[in-house]
């Protein structure tokens, strides 16, 4: 049995953003898939075993359930002493920069995914929002990355791994991130560290037995 067992989706960026972090430290670690478009997350038995907010990412290792992704990546850091920081302006650095991903990136490229891709909902007044509400967001996130490598400089930290969460599903968030110049440079070096995969590669979107 693995060390660290990951309640995850392909599907789920924020999922995924836990799941990165694991490869690239190269713990010992296996995808458990959540049944979430079935509604798994809203039972009793999964928010009484694994979440009482009824949410993925869900991380299980000696006895704890660990919850959120920002607060996995962080209990990460401790763990491994790896994509961490040294100084406490660089700690704050990067909880500056996953705060602004959970209300400003991540939660709208999400959404916004689920209802284009996913929901299938057609261009509504919600996705024109949302999709002005995203690419105000990508801009600045293009104009920092101009002068800086990696979030908080030139190292990557857990701050990248948040931000870039729902960055690698291709196309299904109808913005074009080449419109991005740094961004996808940025995405580019993530994609070079040692240990990096794609979301569907790291967790599954089906349960095994109906992969088989």
Not at 8 to 18: F, I, P, R, T
Request: with cysteine; hydrophobic share 35%.
């Amino acid at each position: 049995m693995a060390e660290y067992t990951l309640h995850c989706m392909a599907e789920s960026g924020h999922s995924y953003k836990v799941a990165l972090m694991l490869q690239l430290c190269g713990a010992d670690w296996s995808p458990r898939w959540v049944d979430f478009f079935n509604g798994e997350t809203r039972t009793d038995a999964f928010r009484d075993t694994y979440n009482e907010l009824g949410e993925v990412p869900v991380l299980e290792t000696d006895g704890q359930m660990l919850t959120q992704s920002g607060v996995i990546l962080d209990w990460l850091v401790e763990r491994f002493d790896q994509y961490g920081w040294d100084t406490e302006a660089e700690r704050r650095e990067v909880l500056r920069w996953t705060l602004f991903d959970n209300h400003k990136i991540s939660s709208q490229l999400g959404v916004l995914r689920f209802l284009r891709t996913i929901a299938k909902t057609g261009e509504t007044e919600t996705t024109k929002w949302l999709d002005g509400r995203c690419r105000s967001a990508l801009s600045i996130l293009d104009k920092h990355l101009a002068s800086n490598a990696f979030a908080i400089g030139n190292k990557p930290t857990i701050a990248d791994f948040s931000v870039c969460g729902y960055m690698f599903y291709e196309g299904e968030t109808g913005i074009d991130l080449n419109d991005y110049k740094n961004v996808t440079s940025w995405l580019e070096r993530i994609k070079a560290l040692p240990g990096w995969d794609h979301p569907n590669n790291l967790m599954p979107s089906k349960a095994p037995t109906e992969a088989a």
